[in-house]
């Protein structure tokens, strides 16, 4: 029995490594980071650093952009996350339908996004909503409505950076639930039908119960990565106009790497790994418990 | 860095004539991400030999002690030091724990002056461009009295913080103590702030950001506004997109003061020499090459970056060019901005400040006390570090 335990332990060493090395010992220098007031005077003298105790963390929840940021993160989030994973199961229920064809074609092409680089297709979609030239503004005009200043109107930033974020990232999350939706098996719908069941009977009481595991886990993976917003603004507006697109995450990447407070930024992902977190596991509650189930 | 980084290329053939046994390679930085590419590789130990480096990032990277002093080396290279505009020399000089030291050589300047439609002030019955504030308020007035509500006096885009820089510039210093705490409550900067936002609150000037005004050459063309706060640069941008039929209609004045011609900012870039670097021999010869008027010269003929060398100035193509002398005589009147690593930040904030002010969100009184105290809390370090250095001198 000692023996299994030892080449247990043994096969599992050079993962434990890799993870210890790259993973915990970076956490725990972050976390002592943001307990230390580390700017550019300690990287010039490292005799200058402070300990500061939670210091960073009680004026971070007094900085007034910060709660901006976290303000235009939320609205990245409880936006662009419902819109990002219906278009992705739209489009997953529309290849998955027995009529659609070429089916592999377009699964391709709804993919092909995920696959771009963000910075090259940012540069194109600056092109589609710019102001004067762009494709957008100009089939809006044709059916008489106003030019729109996408990027530079306080009011429109946001909604662009949310239209341009769910159409790189839907393809995802669509190859997920078509793999999901290509698990169930077609006698259950032919009962259904023969029950009498309608389509949209058979999507709320079949198709949206077998895919709820699914979806949960397509929700946190993309709450996770859309709390985490940062090329997209960094790319399109740099955090402007009158700062509606700085998120947590760019905010960070400010106060880090352009003023390099490194103590007060890693407190700053601390605490956005505090939010995450905790929304997280207030997701997972639906996973265990779905909301809506027939008691 | 930027453009610079494509026209250097073009002066190079000249150094490598006279240094052949020096290879120099360039590498082009975007604006955008010089900064912090520096920064990280001051980190990383990656630093170039030499940089081009904007003048108000000085103070940060000798504060990171990366930079070589070059007073002995100016010195014994003969390089007439008081041949550069003095308040642009001024922003190379720091002082350190052995007094002050010069850490770059001025390689271009940048400072704010006025541009202005000669044709609508002539038709408001001003013929000279306005020397003090107050004819500059007589001069906006008469303009907007005769147009009509379509036409302002001044263009100052809410979102640049060098108009009201240079109004403050003008009234004082802007920190106190050793650049340790702020002193925008204190009476100079709460004059320039309510000179700045009185010309909003008037009509004179629209509370627009740059980025609302989609045109601004278009909008100067048609007569939006009369005066614009604006850089070097602009001498090429108004040749060139302004039509045809304007380009007679308009001149660039030095910035009207509180009582006569003002100071404005020393802007620039400069170039430096890093500690680290295991050639700096080599590299300085190539700051001493750029350095020398003649090179200047060519320098502004491929970029029309203005050189901060009096004697540069007597070329031809500079000495008789007319936008560029309201330039001339304004860079004897600049000054440097407060030579600390946070002072970037701060200029911001003021601005934030004065956008309030502007919007009414916030009176006078409350935008400057809380601007101190948000200025006061960003340099405690600062106050920490001078009382460390105090009670370690004090106790030898």
Redesign the interface.
Known sequence: MRRVVVIGWALAAPALVVILVFFAVPVVMGLSLSLT?F???A???LS?L?FVGLDNYARLLQTPLFWQALGNTLYFVAIGVPVSIGLSLGAALLLNARVAKWQPFFRTALFAPVVTTVVAVAVIWRYLLH??YGLINQTLGSIGIDPI?WL?DPHWSMPSIILFAAWKNFGYNMIILLAALQAVPREIYESARVDGAGPMRQFTDLTFPLLTPTLVMVGIMTLAGYFQLFAEPYVMT?G??LRSTVSVLYFMYEEG????NLGYASAVAFMLFFIIFVVSAGLLRFDRDPAGSPA | MGREAEVVAELLPAFKARHPQIEVRVQQLPWTAAHEKLLTAYAGGSLPDLCQLGNTWLPELTALDALEPLDARAREAGIATDDYFAGILDTNRMSTANGDRLFGLPWYVDTRVLFYRTDLLREAGHSEPPQSWAEWVGAMRAVRQRGGASRYGVLLPLNEPDPLFAMALQQGPLLNDDATRGAFAQPGFRRALGFYTSLFHEGLAPALGAAQISNVWDEFARGLFTFYVSGPWNIGEFRRRLPRERQQDWATAPLPGPDGPGVSTAGGSSLVLFKGSPRKDAAWRLIAFLSEPETMQRFHALTGNLPPRRSAWQAPALAADVPSQAFASQLERVRAAPKIPEWERIFQEMQGAAERVVHKTQGIDAATVQLDAWVDALLEKRRWLRARTTAVAAAR
């Open positions: 007031d700017d550019l005077y990287l010039a003298d200058t402070r102001t004067r200043d530079g740099q402007g106009p790497f352009r003023w390099w």
